[in-house]
């Protein structure tokens, strides 16, 4: 008698209650081989093949050194696009190469390096000021 | 002249339409012969990626376009690898929100997730919390959602058009875009790890890796900042999961702040109990504490702290600079402004250099940190050339000036936008 007073009173409350605790259930997560969803968002698995370097650096004596140096890191771009720069910006462009994301560039070849950057044509002295 | 102007600016502007009454060729029809955007011949085109005239300062300003870069079309090439791509100005034209493949890419390594497998991604948070998490996306899509609309822009947005010149990405205006994030909050996520009372700051990281033994990309929030229920992680850009280039799967959108802190390809959160000391907060993206972050051309050693928060900015997307257009016919401008970290109350047009101001008509209101269209019909332009100018005022009461700032980095321009035309 008591056990069948319980149960009706534990329907009573699922049934109040049960209905909003339901709402608040997270949503179900559906997974896929290549997609996790849930409540009207899906992410797809993607994958990307990125393009080969667009430009190269000019044909030229310096145009070795660049490669050498600077094509492990990044594109000829970043330095073709650069605006008309004196070697001593030039320098400390290297150094922070050299000291902040550690490119392993021989002091030696500084010289070289600012001799080939100077030499390009955004940078020569008759390009446009 | 500026009275003429007002008067009709102010009748037409309640009506002045926001989405373009020209056709689009059209419109790219007055860029290109105005500004010589198209260098290719006609018949040309469609074999030679057009070529973009950013008009920098001292030359070297001219790029090519690119489709080369899955998921992106029409993109200014500014650097193959890390990839740079610039958002070409007209592509802002007569939309709040700038669509995933224009939208403009930012890495700083080569080394970019180029493959990402949703079932095995995991969200990391470790350091100064009561538990240690790793969240699947599954975790994530499970969580309460926010959604909000928000400006993006590099720190060196524009950093082409400094001058004197500075070294680094050579932008024009179009590292910048607008989109609809949809996400979970970082707030959510740290309470979920239990935030240790010690901690001062999360920092971020993502799948991208340094070269060599260069220090790894990752940027700090203060705690109070990361709890703030603005900041989020993610997951959706414009209805659609993110393009890789731009941090798919989970990007941290950081509402009002400049993108450097908008980590991409989000795997990895820090609750620090020390400021972060780390290359990218303590040299790196750092601005001069000087008002507008101003110093001299040659200034040295002079105090500097993290770039932060965004400022106004307004641009002209219809008409480009040294476009002609018809004598005597209406004018209509249009164009996008963004108040930085406060909404737009207000952007402005000067016909004659400042002196006088007349309101433009603003579009929709899609929340305080996200673009604003704006519009404006002339009457007439002033026979002979004539320089228009645009202005944007935040709720803040936060203007845009004339004088430009400057600093060694290149960050934070915000100068009022100015171009020339004239009438034929």
């Known amino acids: ?129 | 002249m500026g009275g003429r102007v007002g008067e009709r600016a102010g009748a037409d502007a309640v009506s002045a339409p926001l989405k373009p009454n020209v056709g689009r060729r059209h419109a790219l029809g007055l860029l290109g012969a105005g500004a010589g955007l198209v260098a290719a011949p006609r018949w040309a085109q469609s074999l030679v990626a057009p070529q973009v005239d950013l008009h920098l300062p001292g030359g070297n300003g001219t790029r090519p376009t690119t489709d080369a870069f899955p998921g992106k079309t029409g993109m200014i090439l500014q650097r193959s690898r890390a990839p740079l791509l610039e958002t070409p100005i007209d592509a802002f034209d007569g939309q709040v929100f700038t669509p995933n493949e224009r939208f403009f890419v930012r890495w700083h390594y080569a080394d970019i997730p180029t493959s990402v497998d949703v079932r095995k991604f995991r969200l990391t948070v470790t350091g100064a919390t009561r538990q240690n998490l790793s969240l699947s996306l599954g975790d994530l899509l499970a969580m309460p959602r926010v959604e909000l609309a928000a400006v993006n822009q590099c720190s060196g947005n524009s950093r082409g058009l400094f001058a004197p010149r500075v070294p680094g990405a050579q932008w024009g205006n179009g590292a910048i875009g607008n989109a609809r994030w949809v996400g979970v909050r970082l707030k959510d996520v740290l309470d979920r790890a239990g935030v240790m009372s010690g901690a001062v700051q999360v920092r971020a990281s993502g799948l991208d890796q340094p070269p060599g033994d260069a220090p790894a990309f990752a940027k700090s929030l203060d705690i109070a900042h990361a709890m703030d229920g603005d900041v989020m992680i993610a997951f959706q850009m414009n209805g659609a999961q993110l393009p890789m280039l731009n941090g798919f799967p989970l990007r941290l959108v950081v509402p009002g702040w400049y993108s450097t802190y908008w980590v991409k390809a989000l795997d990895r959160l820090e609750v620090l109990d020390k400021p972060d000391t780390g290359y990218w907060m303590d040299k790196a993206y750092r601005i001069p504490t000087a008002p507008h972050a101003n110093v001299a051309p040659g200034a040295k050693d002079f105090p500097t702290t993290p770039i932060n928060r965004m400022v106004p900015r307004a641009f002209f997307t219809n008409i480009a600079d040294g476009a002609i257009l018809p004598r005597g016919a209406p004018v209509s401008l249009r164009g996008i402004a963004m108040g930085g970290d406060h909404g737009v109350k207000a952007v402005e047009l000067s016909v004659n250099g400042g002196r006088n101001w007349h309101a433009a008509a603003l579009g929709a209101d899609e929340g305080r940190y996200s673009f604003r269209l704006w519009s404006m019909r002339l009457a007439a332009l002033p026979p002979g050339p004539c320089t228009l100018a645009v202005r944007c005022t935040n709720s803040a009461g936060e203007t845009q000036a004339f004088a430009p700032t400057w600093n060694p980095s290149g960050f934070m321009r915000n100068v009022i936008e100015q171009i020339s035309v004239s009438t034929a």
């Open chain 1, 1 to 129: 008698m008591r056990r069948a007073a319980f149960f009706t009173f534990l329907l009573i409350v699922l049934g109040v209650f049960g209905w909003r605790w339901l709402a608040h259930l997270p949503p179900r997560v559906t997974e896929t081989d290549t997609s996790v969803a849930a409540a009207g968002v899906t992410l797809n698995s993607q994958t990307l093949t990125l393009p080969a370097d667009q430009i190269a650096y000019p044909a030229g004596p310096g145009s070795d050194v660049l490669t050498t140096n600077c094509t492990g890191c990044h594109s000829p771009e970043m330095i073709l696009n650069q605006p008309k720069l004196a070697a001593d910006k030039w320098q400390a462009t290297i150094d922070k190469m050299r000291k902040a994301y550690h490119a392993p560039l021989a002091p030696a070849d500084d010289a070289r390096i600012i001799a080939a950057l100077m030499a390009l044509p955004a940078q020569r002295a008759d390009s446009a000021k």
